[in-house]
């Protein structure tokens, strides 16, 4: 199996982390003022990428079967097993004893998990007895 992932573990509770600034002020070519009145709010990044802490947890991609959907090696997915894993949704899959994240595909009565890389296999899990999903790739963070 092409790419794997490695887990890295649930978020520290909400009283370990503190929030940073949001500022009002969008960007557009620029850095927005550092002066506090154009502060909003702190943003906790906790609270912005996890919306069911029971159930989300994070991995970290190794591979590149899914650069077409922006998920690089190396990259930190936020997975949340409470949402349903729908047609054309990015899941975390174990296949043949192995985690995989590929787009959950499903056409004419079949169901596929494919790569978003045109290097890479389509897996028909349609008739696979062994065949687990995870849960689904809600956000994925990466260094530019």
């Known amino acids: ?12 509770p909400q009283s370990s982390r503190e929030g940073l600034p949001l500022y009002l002020s969008p960007v557009k070519a620029g850095f927005p003022s550092p002066a ?3 502060i909003d709010r702190k943003l906790d990044l906790h609270e912005y990428l996890v ?5 989300t947890f994070f991995l970290r991609a190794q591979g590149d079967s899914m650069t077409g959907a922006g998920i690089h090696d190396g990259d930190l997915l936020i997975v949340d097993r ?4 729908a047609h054309d949704k990015i ?20 169901v596929f998990l494919a790569p978003e890389n045109p290097d890479y296999p ?12 995870w849960g689904v790739v ?7």
């Open 122 to 133: 389509v897996f028909d899990i349609t008739e696979r007895e062994y065949v687990y999903i």
């Open 36 to 38: 506090d009145d154009f």
């Open 91 to 110: 899941v975390i899959a174990a296949l043949d004893g192995e985690l995989t994240v590929k787009r959950l595909q499903r056409t004419k009565g079949k």
């Open 51 to 55: 919306h069911n802490e029971a159930a």
């Open 138 to 144: 809600t956000y994925v963070i990466h260094k530019l």
């Open 1 to 12: 199996m092409q790419g794997k992932l490695e887990v890295v573990g649930i978020a520290a």
């Open 82 to 85: 409470s949402i349903e894993a």
